[in-house]
């Protein structure tokens, strides 16, 4: 909660979640984004040297597809499906970017399941 209210002070954005690890990851609500990252990253840059963590940010969207388009950014997706049994399915042309989204012993794709799963009745993610 602590982090949460210094990076609304210090930026004005409203901040929807925060999940704290090895960095500090913010979710902040739709469309404040820009408030987030400040001018040339000023924002973003003033809350790091702040806390001394490296900072992670996404927006937050009602819709499930684009929640998760938005977590895997940079990385484009060639196509995200939401299927009918809670699966979230990622679609991606080559090798080399699939590697990127699963990660080191699939830990950014667990990182992003357990993102969804904290905000949508989702069952598991996987990366095709």
Known sequence: MKYMSLFESLTGARVKDCIV?????????????????GKKGSNLKRVENTLKKKIKLAEFSSDLVQFVQNLIYPIKAKEIKEEEDGTV?????DRKTKGMLIGRDRHNINSIADTVKRHFDVNEIKVV
């Open 89 to 93: 399915t990622i679609y991606i042309d």
């Open 21 to 37: 690890n090895d960095g500090i990851f913010f979710i902040v609500h739709e469309n404040e984004m820009g408030k987030a990252i």
